[in-house]
């Protein structure tokens, strides 16, 4: 301090942090509100059964997502304590998004052969490795991490929600009530996510930068023991843990399914481009924001997003009441594509907060969406493979935008992602048009069978009058 005077304590909130915590509550009342109106309007009615089966993937669901939501806010700030610069930090991302896109693919092909449970007990052991290598203040040990943080991730978003669609399918559930579960996937990993940053913030300010990923650490654990002791296991291939010793069979057949099924190809560009552009926000709300706030509290802002997305997850139940979801979701992408138009044509500090926080509304309607879609459209054989063939166009432009992130402006940065979401609305506009048709056709034949289940009737009352 200079000129002697006593060192002031920041205040908890200054000034400009309690608008943005008015703001978080704005939004909290909102998501009460709307989640009081599903409760009331939910038509769903579920079996004693069906609750258990989803509480038991919702509990491992939830710790797994946890621990992921654990390291994220300290991710970029252990690397600087460790004394890294931005373009070293970069490159360790790029690494992690890179392992996921090459061995994130083949890892997430080996569970639908050799089994959904075996693969979430991987990412189990693979996640927790990583975390170890946090420890260690080694360029080489941190790059370890992050290639094996990048595998994990590639398992986290697939075989997770795989045994899931599997085991729900195969207890004989309604098609219907898997969209309850994915909205329930969606609210609950919005509030894991504001609870673990809360607490990983109190941990890094109580033990330093690499407590949340000793946490992190315990919780992986917890998740994998019960995994391993309670779930059962599922495979893709009929043939189970005895089918050819390597993935690539199950890849050649994933491919030809989405090269030959427009459908489930449609499902591939809205996700990549969908979850690219969500990534690439990802990196960027804090310094479009920064740019009008020099210290902005993350974590309130984090938390409004969070909350915004638990409203998606509510509104998306309600939507799904109200049309197809092939329908609503044309209109939800063209939100988000205009939401995110707002820091190229009307930037500030609030039209940014309100633009950011109606694009994660925008994604808490989109997870459970296209998990639905996908449980729809999407074959069981090979549903792990597909999903992370999925993700490699989603790696590939995050790992495209990333390296050139340092010659990007924010401004063009904002208008390749609206482009992105442009694209997926037109992919979904696309995938409208064949459902629609599809419909049509179905009733069509539908009626045409009751004709001539009509005509059998009439001819056996026939009979049964002659005898």
Known sequence: GGGGRPRVKMPLLSAGSANYLLWFFAVLVVCVAVVLRTRSHDRITVTADFKKFQRGFLVVYLIMMASDWMQGPYVVALYQ?????????????????GSSMVFGTFVGGLADRFGRKANCIAF?????????????????VLMVGRLLGGIATSILYSAFETWMVHEHKSNGFPEEWLSNTFSVMTFGNGAVAIVSGVVASFAADAGGPVLPFDLSFVMLVTGTIIVATKWPENYGEASGPVASACGFDNFRQAWSVVTSNERVLLLGII??????????????????MGAYDKDIPHGIIFASFMVCMMIGSNLFRTLQGDSSIESFLRFVFLGAAFALAIPVVLPGAHTNLVAFCIFEVACGI??????????????????????????????LIVVMVLSNIDNMATESIFTLTT??????????HRLFTLSATNATAEQRSASGLDAGEEVDELLSTKADVAA
Not at 83 to 96: E, S
């Open 124 to 140: 189990g052991v693979l996640y927790a490795a990583s975390c170890l290598t946090k420890h260690v203040n080694d360029y080489g």
């Open 81 to 97: 304590h460790y004394g890294f610069d931005l373009g070293d930090i970069g490159k360790l991302f790029i690494v992690g998004f």
């Open 419 to 428: 482009l992105l979401l442009a694209l997926a609305t037109l992919a979904q």
């Open 366 to 395: 989109y997870f459970p969406a296209l998990g639905t879609l996908r449980g729809k459209y999407v074959p069981e054989e090979v549903r792990a493979t597909i999903m992370n063939i999925f993700r490699v166009g989603l790696n």
């Open 271 to 288: 996700q990549s481009c969908f979850e690219a552009g969500m990534y690439i926000f990802v990196f960027m709300w804090s310094p479009a």
